[in-house]
């Protein structure tokens, strides 16, 4: 704000009664200011508050916080715990997430990692029969597949240390759609079809989430009276409420008796950590990008800083998704063999994000032709559902967080008496080297499964900024969420609207399997055949991916801008509070 000494002086009556001038020098000084006035002002406090959320329940929620007091970390607690009921197959206690964040007030930005752990007593093969072969579902249904759940901390942590207001006021919009239900939608549908076996295997989840044991009709109304109640535990006791006493007691008993292998000193112990982001730059814009255990930052800055050495709007439109795809392939080849958890494994990042090494990946990169996956050196493959949402308040605060179950609806699983469905984190080890996981990706020892340990992710919440602008953004989408923020990332570098950034159409390559995907429309023929003779697979899917929820401060003109995936269900508002 600007101070009051900025002010011309208040004019004084002399003793003649006369009226004393302020200097000319003072009016210069008066009108430069007044011209400065904007842009500082700019700087400092954006002029509206917005929320991007993929269900328009959850946004309401974090703008009734936003309304009532709260900051953008309560409004963060609020629509985090609003999905956990309303995108039951997204994201929920029974998951974990990353919330990035940047607190104003002493420019502090940090990660809350809040990703699952594997159980204490989980083993490297435990997803392998006697003869070493993957055990086909095991790690993706049922609570074998289930990490330790991280939400619950998170959000009792960011509510502590960032918020303004008590846990209890955060959690009551959650609470209230949790008794009083919400209405089945197509995709509600579709996911719950999609995992119906596993949903029909969990009693209490089939009591939950189906209706005689079958996908509910559009507008038929899910209440989750369990679920309210787990809800309240936490706004009452706050993190001890879920991971000690009754409910953790139920959750492991449940887990136990359908083959799971948790123990109550596994909830205990669990805790989340305040992680450094991964920063880099790109074109004037500093990056902040998810940290490990998220591939995310890794990635995305590798394939920015190959981006950054050829001008690529420069560049004919195959030419551009050529050397694009060529980037992607490089950079996902390098999650494959070095990421995992910073925790419990050594990795050369120092390396993998210097400009050296980004000039040399490149310099393999033929304009050509295009480089087989199993050419790549150093490397030989041996040994869907998810919620992001993207908040900034009006003292410039922001989120930007992407939360998880894993697969849709997770696990399948409901600890009877709990309402908590649990995740199939489990499934983004690498359960063996060189097995792909459920998307398709592949890892390494430094993926492999130790108790305790995070499971690598490709969550990729990320903030952009420059003297032109802040940017939020972030979405769910498994393998394809990195290449999802570059594609959303290099339109906002181009000073595009933030509805552009997620209206964009997408494609990926992720290493292995050695092909180009390509959302429906995304290609045109032309372009689909010079691909094709530079030796590109073109694999063109039947749906398009992803739910992107942006929010953009554009600092020149003083501007909000909030956008919701056109391909999802999700709001994005502003609001002057
Ligand atoms: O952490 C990860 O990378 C995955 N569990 C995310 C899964 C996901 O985005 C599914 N969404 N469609």
Known sequence: MPSMNALPPTSKSSPDGSVAKAPVWYWGFFVLWLLVLPVAHAAGQPPAAAIASAHPAATRAGLEILQTGGNAFDAAVAVSAALAVVEPYSSGLGGGGFWLLHRVSDGK????????????????DMYLDSQGRPVAGASIDGPLAA?????????AHISKHYGRLPLKQSLAPAIRLAKEGFAVNEHYRRMARLRLDALRASKAAARQFLKGGEVPPPGHVIRQPDLATTLQVIADKGREGFYAGVLARRMVKAVRAHGGVWREKDLLAYQVVERKPVIGH????????????????VVLLEMLNMLALRDIRAMAEADRIHYLVEVMRRAYRDRARWLGD??????????????EYARELASTISMT??????????????????????????????????????????????AEGTGVLLNDEMDDFSIKPGVANVYGLVGAEANAI??????????????????????????PGGSRIITMVL?????????????????????HHQYLPDEIQVEPGAFSEKLQQELKKRGHRLSIKERPWGNMQAVYWNRKDNEVEAASDPRGGGLAIKSSK
Request: hydrophobic share 40%.
């Open 147 to 155: 990490g330790i759940p991280g939400t619950v901390a998170a959000l």
């Open 369 to 414: 032709r295009a480089t087989p996956s199993e050419k790549l050196a150093d490397f030989k493959a041996e040994g869907r559902d998810t919620t992001h949402f993207s908040i900034l308040d009006k003292q410039g605060n922001r989120v930007a967080a992407t939360l998880s179950i894993n697969y849709p609806f997770g696990s399948g699983f409901v």
């Open 282 to 297: 790109y074109h004037g814009w500093r990056v902040v990008g998810a940290a490990l255990p998220s591939s995310g930052g």
């Open 342 to 355: 910073a925790d419990f494994v050594d990795m050369p990042l120092q390396r993998l994000l210097s400009p």
């Open 487 to 507: 594609i959303g990332l290099l339109q906002a570098v181009e000073g595009n609207a933030a509805e552009h950034w997620v209206r964009q159409p997408r494609f």
């Open 109 to 124: 930005e940090v990660m809350i990692d809040g990703r699952e752990k594997a159980p204490l007593a989980a083993t490297r």
């Open 450 to 475: 130790a108790p305790g340990k995070r499971m690598l992710s490709s969550m990729s919440p990320t903030f952009l900024e420059s003297e032109s602008g802040v940017a939020i953004l972030g979405t």
